[in-house]
Every structure is written in C-alpha cells, then in structure tokens.
T-cell receptor
C-alpha cells in the first residue's frame, strides 16, 4: 500500500494523559499536513511541514500540541494533558511529489481520539 | 470564520441522474479548489481540482465548474451511481505552490438511490 498511513487508528485515553499519533506520508511527497475533524465539520488545519521544517501552525494548535517530522519522512503529533475537547479525528495528509506541480493533498485514514 | 461554505447539508438523487453539489467561498485570494469524498471512518479521498485560471475541469463522470466573479464552484456527477453516496467536501487554498493549508466546507451528504 503506497498511501498515507496513520497509527493508531483509534485511541481512548483519560483526561490529563498524553497521547502521540504517527503519520507515514506517501514516500515521494515532501509536504505533510495535520488536520483535525470534529462531528459535522470539515477538516481544520493544524500544522504543515515541508521536509523537516514546520512552516505553519494554526491558532488551533495550542501549547499542549506539538508536531515533529525529524528526518523529513514520518511525523508525530503529541497532545499533552488531554482534554475532552481534544476528542476528534486527527487526519494527516501529504502532497507534492518532488519535481511536479501537483498540489492535491492525499489523506490518511485518520486517528480517532476519544478523551474520557 | 467559515471561508468555504456548503449550504446544503444533504442531497438525494436517483441513480443515473445528475448530482450537483455547490460551494461558495468568501476569500478572493483562493486560487486552487478541490473536491473530496469521504466515507464513514475513512479519510477524505481526493476527487478533482481546479485552478483559478480555469473555469471547468472534467475527469470521467466528475466535472467541476468555477465562477470566480460569483465566488462559486460546483461539482457535477453524471451519471450518479449508488457507490457515489458519501459526504463531499469542497476545499480551497491560497497560493497552492507555497503549500498553504486547505480550507474546508462542512460537507454535503449525497445519497444516490437505486
């Protein structure tokens, strides 16, 4: 499978715990995005990497959230001291094969987080 | 503020007929537009895109129309099939070449009945 993969697919945690999600983008893509989707809404942008550089962060990304892409390949999104309002689907997307102008973003299956 | 709006939460169409999904936007700086399809418990799947320099793009049964003066785009599916039943999201980006984030609408749930 050469698509975007995300792990875990589901995570249930208690309020106050830390959680970490992983995203593996399509291998030749140099851009990686994180989005959050809640019920009845479209995905909302959280942050974006070009290779290993984090170039943009949304105001939705509070201090409790941190994302990394250490070698420009996979990325992790960590949420510290989770709150019930963090319950959502966390989506990862990648785009732009090197040497092309194809800007479509391709999404992974998402990680469903439930904070109890 | 919602810069991309899909004002119809749901749409029901008979198999074989045309499905028309609409999307309006408020940011005149948007220059790249996309449609995604989403099944429950899956991530959005890219369908079709259009650059602001065009007013139409076609791919098989899917055609996207862009009316920049009205800040409106639409997705036409002809003929509609039961497998097209899903939630469709409209998305827009400023300066896609620079990797800007996608702004999504809230989605329209399409049901294609046999």
């Amino acid at each position: 499978d050469t698509g975007v993969s995300q792990n875990p697919r589901h995570k249930i945690t208690k309020r106050g715990q830390n959680v970490t999600f992983r995203c593996d983008p399509i291998s030749e893509h140099n851009r990686l995005y994180w989005y959050r989707q809640t019920l009845g809404q479209g995905p909302e942008f959280l942050t974006y990497f070009q290779n290993e550089a984090q170039l943009e962060k949304s105001r939705l990304l509070s201090d409790r959230f941190s994302a990394e892409r250490p070698k420009g390949s996979f990325s992790t999104l960590e949420i510290q001291r989770t709150e019930q309002g963090d319950s959502a689907m966390y989506l990862c997307a990648s785009s732009v094969p090197l040497g092309t102008s194809n800007y479509e973003q391709y999404f992974g299956p998402g990680t469903r987080l439930t904070v109890t | 503020d919602q810069q991309v709006k899909q004002n119809s939460p749901s749409l029901s169409v008979q198999e074989g007929r045309i499905s028309i999904l609409n999307c309006d936007y408020t940011n005149s700086m948007f220059d790249y537009f996309l449609w995604y399809k989403k099944y429950p418990a899956e991530g959005p799947t890219f369908l079709i895109s259009i650059s602001s320099i065009k007013d139409k793009n076609e791919d098989g049964r899917f055609t996207v129309f862009l009316n920049k003066s009205a800040k409106h785009l639409s997705l036409h599916i002809v003929p509609s099939q039961p497998g097209d039943s899903a939630v469709y999201f409209c998305a827009a980006s400023v300066d896609a070449n620079s990797g800007y984030a996608l702004n999504f609408g809230k989605g329209t749930s399409l049901l294609v009945t046999p």
